[in-house]
């Protein structure tokens, strides 16, 4: 059985920071692909950052470049997302997906449709 489990959201103010974690279990360590979507109130699902955790490589949305990162620990079966200078417009549920995949090398790892697995979520708000 395949699950998603997210934590580490929070509220915070603008400049901060925040570390979510994805806890990835029942799929090969070694050839899916793991990002971050966030969502907010009447807004569509934005792809954040993705990680293809067979070879490490990454991907980083340009509206985040730069503050966001993403990263995993395959022993933990973890993948990280670490938000740094926060901002009001970073306010948004995130969720972490998963798909067997090399995160389509990098072309449409920001489509949501093109992933299997989904967790439930974890709210982030940053204050002005």
């Known amino acids: 059985q395949v699950q998603l489990v997210e934590s580490g959201g929070g509220s915070v103010q603008a400049g901060g920071s925040l570390r979510l974690s994805c806890v990835v279990s029942g799929l090969p360590y070694n050839r899916k692909c793991v990002s971050w979507f966030r969502q907010a109130p009447g807004k569509g699902r934005e792809g954040v950052a993705a990680?293809?955790?067979?070879?490490?490589?990454?991907y980083t949305a340009s509206s985040v470049k730069g503050r966001f990162t993403v990263s995993q620990d395959n022993a933990k079966n973890t993948v990280y997302l670490q938000m740094n200078s926060l901002k009001p417009e970073d306010t948004a549920m995130y969720y972490c997906a998963a798909s067997i995949d090399h995160c389509w090398y990098g072309r449409s790892w920001y489509e949501s449709p093109k992933y299997n697995y989904w967790g439930q979520g974890t709210q982030v708000t940053v204050s002005s």
């Open positions: 990680v293809a955790t067979g070879d490490s490589l990454t």
